[in-house]
């Protein structure tokens, strides 16, 4: 336990103050969302583009930031919750970009639990930019 609190204390160190991660973000697939970050901590809503239903749906978002890195969970107005981690980078062009990896969770009807409990957790990644 020792080697992990002076892990982190120097992490923190290092860390610094970072890049802004507050805005308007867009993904690969539309889906849109909006951050607001007080000290390391991130709220706001995201909409996506695409659901399981074929309409958008919008959800909070709350998460953290720490340096260039970001986590953040939606809980969707659905039966469904989604995280989020990723790393702020640079493009070429200068701008700036936001690639993550997700994991949505789902409820699975009891009844149908047996045979389908295996759908119930999705994994995926994602390519924000500033919009």
Do not use: C
Request: hydrophobic share 45%; glycine share 10%.
């Amino acid at each position: 336990m020792r080697k992990v609190e002076t892990a982190l204390k120097l992490l923190s160190m290092t860390s610094g103050n970072g890049p802004d991660f507050a805005g308007h973000w867009k993904n690969e697939l539309g889906s849109k969302m909006f951050l607001a970050v007080v000290g390391n901590k991130v709220s706001g809503s995201y909409t996506t583009a695409k659901s399981g239903s074929g309409k958008s749906l919008t959800g909070d978002v709350a998460g953290f930031v720490n340096g260039d890195l970001i986590s953040f969970v939606v809980a969707w107005p659905v039966a469904a919750i989604t995280a989020w981690v990723g790393q702020l980078t640079t493009a070429a062009d200068g701008s700036d970009v936001l690639d993550t990896l997700w994991q949505m969770t789902q409820n699975v009807a009891d009844a149908e639990e047996p045979d389908d409990m295996w759908a119930s957790i999705n994994a995926g990644a994602d390519q924000f930019v500033r919009e």
